[in-house]
């Protein structure tokens, strides 16, 4: 008989009724105590099933084990060794596809909370970093005095992009002894990160504090610097650098094709989120950026972005706020665990429910949309059951605001300065395994690469091609 | 991002040099910079009216429209603005064209006169069609002369060359002379009513367009325009298109999209 194990600490959190009207965070974090007691839940599990789950390997029972302990401090090396941006992806990784998947627990649907740890203890750590942090720390703290004049020999890598792979591999590279400057083509660094995840989700200030902590790795971050625009991928190699590394993201919002889409108060998922996130609309009017957003919202699509975008019209002051997905809730790619806080919040899910029109007034604002309603048939290519039109199905939904978040697809305006770099067919950046592209000394990752996908996916190519950079800057 | 110099051009209208050695360096025709004046503040799109690569300094005219753009008028000589990017937008593609007429109206004779001056450049005869609602507000009529074998100039009231628009002009112009090329940039009515005079006579026609933006790299998708019945991005795949397949009340409704915000804005700081 396995030991009885108590059940899974819940994580607390603003009261939907209080967190629907302000940004700030949802989940309120792990108190030591609750930190400790869910520790003790982990089985130590020979075998490890959740470091398998883990696209960047972290050493999840060692760090857990550490906790149990009440060694803090131990705890956030292990997850440094293997992830530079901890505090970020105890918020947004889906542990529920990933390492808690794995868990043996899941099996009675408790798995450790391995997210929630993860989240505690680089919460713990930025709080008291400075005062006790292993030897890695101190390490890299001499080595970036000793590399700290401009005229250092450290190799130069550039890396393009500042999301959650540009960092990453800067950070990684910078451990290796790499001098890295990073690009990044808005005011702000973090990319997704800065402009598209929601504070209450993501605390900018969450944000700021891991982007410092890869700076002080020894990593330089230039904004307001659009390669391919400035400054061509050959032009870096020209100035010394021995290598680029291009993570731009997907960052190329697609649109329905069906009539109205220009209409005012129609707006891309990337554009509401930067107002709102990048730019700060939900100060206005003290600060001079404006959003509009009406009494009624429907943002369509069914992944995070689509999710984030309601949430953020909520709390914008919009009574009534619908997601339209033509899938059912069994297909939406969102995180389960968003889904629940969405539902608490009140947001209005419309499922199997296609749009086919969007509705404007004489003035060209939107006003409703005409949509139709699906069925689901056979699965499709990616294994999830395909929406089939109802026929005659047609209703209307008025609405004063619509948000479009149904992906992204691949902006071309870096890759389409670099004619030697090879493109797919969706003008997504071919690479290997390792990042390699086409192009000698360049390498890619995160979402040019493998189109939407999570922070984490972007972290572990990352990785990996922080190694192969490694290996290609020695030979050379 | 220093401001080397300041001259104000007219009361609603301001010429800033910037220090900005490599966009400078990397500046065409056509193109335009994301300008934030301070850290918190909007990101508005400039064209770039003139660079000069040796000195390192673009040249931006802005009209004191906006929230931004006053804000900027605020600033002086020798103060940093807080940020700079570009240069965006595709470069005007310069082939030479025997004659090419080049008009501009208001603040987008600033805008237009790169372009002109590459034209010359290439060796086209330009013929230039400039105007303003007044005499005061006529902006790089020297410059424009400088670049073109003929300058026409129309003030809406009369007070200064022909009383009238610019399509009063280039409809009289296209009776005595052959052209192959019209390029025009200014408010969307008047290079809407532009691309109405051309079309029956099938003059390749192209207008740079000013809707708003956010990024500027083809990120947001605020700048959408429908361009022969196709969603465009102004800031990536223009801003330069053929006027011919514009659709130019929906750029001008866009335009006005915030119009009530601003007035908000405008009223509170």
Known sequence: MPPKISPRQEIPKQSPRERSHNFNEVALGYAQQTAVAEAKRCLQCPDQPCVAGCPVGIDIPGFIRKIAEKNFAAAAKILKEKNCLPAICGRVCPQEDQCEKSCILTQKNQPIAIGYLERFVADWDSQNRRSDFGSLQSTENREQKKYSSANCKRPKVAVVGSGPAGLTVAGELAKLGYYIVIFEALHLPGGVLTYGIPGFRLPKEIVRQEIEYVKNLGVEVKTDYVIGKIKTIDELFSQEFKAVYIAIGAGLPEFMGIAGENLIGVYSANEFLTRVNLMKAYLFPRIATPIRVGRRVAVVGGGDVALDSARTALRLGAEKVYIVYRRSDEEMPARAEEFKNAIDEGINFRFLTQPMKIIGDEKRNVRAIECLRMKLGEPDASGRRRPVPIAGSNFVIDLDTLIIAIGTGANPLLTSSVPDLELNEKGYIKVDVEGRTSKQGVFAGGDIVSGSATVIAAMGMAKRAALAIDSYVKKI | ?269
């Open chain 2, 1 to 269: 991002m220093k401001i080397l110099h300041k001259k104000r051009l007219n009361k609603e209208t301001t010429l800033y040099d910037l220090e900005l050695p490599e966009i400078a360096g990397k500046a065409e025709p056509g193109q335009f910079v994301i300008l934030r004046v301070d850290a918190d503040g909007e990101r508005i799109p400039l064209t770039i009216a003139d660079f000069d690569r040796e000195k390192g300094t673009i040249t931006i005219v802005a009209q004191e429209a906006g929230a931004t753009t006053k804000l900027l008028s605020q600033k002086k000589a020798g103060d940093e603005l807080a940020g700079v990017s570009g240069p965006l937008g595709r470069p005007v593609d310069i082939i030479k064209k025997s004659r090419v007429v080049c008009i501009g109206g208001g603040v987008g004779i600033a805008c237009v006169y790169p372009i002109a001056r590459a034209y010359n450049d290439a060796g086209s005869e330009v013929i230039s069609v400039i105007g303003a609602r007044t005499k005061e507000l006529l902006i790089f009529e020297d410059e424009m002369r400088r670049v073109s074998k003929e300058l026409l100039i129309t003030t809406d009231d009369g007070s200064y060359g022909e009383k009238g628009f610019v399509t009063d002009c280039l409809k009289r112009l296209l009776t005595r002379a052959k052209v192959n090329l019209v390029f025009t940039v200014g408010p969307a009515i008047m290079m809407a009513e532009v691309a109405r005079v051309t079309r029956p006579l099938n003059i390749d026609t192209w207008a740079g367009l000013n809707p708003l933006m956010v990024d500027g790299s083809g990120m947001c998708g605020a700048c959408r325009v429908s361009v022969d019945g196709k969603m465009k991005f102004a800031c990536v795949d223009g801003p330069h298109f053929d006027a011919h397949q514009i659709d130019f009340e929906e750029l001008i409704a866009r335009q006005k999209m915030y119009q009530k915000e601003e007035k908000v804005y405008a009223s509170q700081n």
